[in-house]
């Protein structure tokens, strides 16, 4: 796995270094929570006190093959607005993700979702800024991990990167009436709904109001 220096690196990889100081995004899930500091230099992964199962970081195409699986999974795909069709158009997704890392105007940040001690990439979690400051989330996991709490982990850490590195003020997401454990974890990582349709729930987490968003 690639490794990489600086704060970005502190947030997203395994290795990060931390202090003991208490997070309220990270605190969500109860219990005594680190701030990832920059990592010292030859720290191993045995060091990682990262308090969370899994770990997020950019993608690779080395990728692909999880990628795909869980893209074309019509299970995975039940609530999605426009699911994903075929391998290619699978494929296409992941490259544009990669793309996105080198883009100097980045507003697209998908994130793979890897598990600890395997490194196996388990899913995906994204944020879409806007040019407002707002940011709009999603996730998905391989149906292999769904129900282990790993997602609701995922998405507290990308809120926080959201709040340290993106400086976005206000986060949106949305679920099909029907996506139980999606709404679950909006709920869990201190979303609050503010409106809705026949269809679809819209909650989110604003900076101003919400301790679970603050940096
Ligand atoms: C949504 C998804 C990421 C959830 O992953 P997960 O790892 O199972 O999620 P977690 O275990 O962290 O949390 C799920 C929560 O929902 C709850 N839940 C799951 N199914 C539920 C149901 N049918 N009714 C009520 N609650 C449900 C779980 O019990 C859990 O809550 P708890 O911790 O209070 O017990 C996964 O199911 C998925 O990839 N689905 C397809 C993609 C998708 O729908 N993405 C969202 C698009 S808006």
Not at 31 to 39: I, K, L, M
Not at 42 to 60: D, K, S
Not at 178 to 185: D, F, L, P, W
Request: glycine residues 8%.
């Amino acid at each position: 796995m690639e490794y990489r220096h600086g704060r970005d690196a502190a947030l997203l990889a395994p290795e990060a270094a931390v202090q003991s100081e208490a997070s309220p995004c990270l605190g969500m899930l109860g219990g005594r929570v680190r701030r990832p500091v920059r990592p010292a230099a030859g720290l191993c992964r045995t060091e990682c006190l990262n308090p969370f199962r899994v770990y997020l970081r950019e993608h690779t195409m080395a990728d692909c093959r999880p990628y795909c699986e869980w893209q074309t999974d019509p299970e995975v795909m039940k609530f999605a607005d426009k699911p994903v069709q075929s391998k290619e158009e699978a494929l296409a997704g992941l490259v544009e993700s990669v793309a996105q890392q080198a883009d100097g105007e980045r507003r697209k940040y998908f994130m793979a979702v890897v598990l600890k001690g395997s490194d196996e990439m388990i899913g995906d979690v994204g944020i879409t800024r806007n040019e407002r400051g707002f940011g709009d989330m999603g996730w998905f996991l391989r149906r292999a991990y769904w129900g282990k709490g790993y997602a609701t982990e995922a998405v507290l850490l990308l809120i926080q990167y959201a709040a340290e590195r993106l400086n976005l003020k206000k986060i949106f997401a949305s679920c099909h009436r029907a996506n139980k454990a999606s709404e679950r974890i909006m709920i869990k990582c201190g979303f609050t709904l503010f409106t809705s349709n026949e269809g679809r729930l819209y909650y989110m987490l604003d900076k101003n109001t919400r301790p679970a968003f603050q940096a």
